[in-house]
């Protein structure tokens, strides 16, 4: 599906979430459980008010959302709740997605100092991960507590089987779709 061999259907926008708690930390997170956790992963002030400023910017834009699709991390959440109050939104147009928008899991090197991890991710899928981020030797250590680790194709496939079903399912809508990080929207606009 992508790059798409036709327009898309839909129109879409890329949010990432506004800066969690853990991310005010510089800690990685990617364990689906701890994502969701309200006390760790919550907005902070700083958050809620650039997410605020982004919501008034797609006001004034000319292509307003007319739906939002938002991972189940606390931190999408409470982006795509704002997001919508500022929009006037309706409840059935902000929508969780439970596993598609998620980030990459990186296994043993979650928890771990953030500018460090990422810059290893990124060194290791250089090296490792081939043209396609597809090779077997570039996932992250496994974890013993749940985390997945996965290669970068997990999540590109993750996201091309999402937009299609959206695809499928709206035809002629403006998409918003809410981000726990950066990498996500990256996938989707290499």
Known sequence: MFPPTSPLLNNYHLMCAGESIMLSQ?????????????????????????????????????????????SLAASSIDTAKIVG???????????AEFT??????????????????IDAVMAMDYDEAGEFGSGLISRPPENEDGTPH?????QAIRLRQFISVLETSFSGDTILLVFPDGIG?????A
Do not use: C, H, Q, Y
């Not at 996965?150 to 997990?154: D, I, P």
């Open 185 to 189: 929207p990256g996938v989707l606009t």
């Open 150 to 154: 996965e290669v970068l194709n997990n």
């Open 100 to 117: 598609n928008l998620d980030p990459r899991a990186l296994g043993l090197w979650d928890g771990l100092d953030r500018s460090t991890v």
């Open 85 to 95: 109050s500022e929009l006037n939104m309706g409840n059935n147009r902000i929508r």
């Open 26 to 70: 510089n800690i990685t997170a990617t364990n689906p459980l701890l994502l969701t956790n309200r006390n760790e992963n919550a907005l902070t002030p700083e958050g809620v008010e650039a997410v605020r400023r982004a919501a008034r910017k797609l006001l004034k834009g000319v292509d307003e959302p007319t739906l939002i699709e938002f």
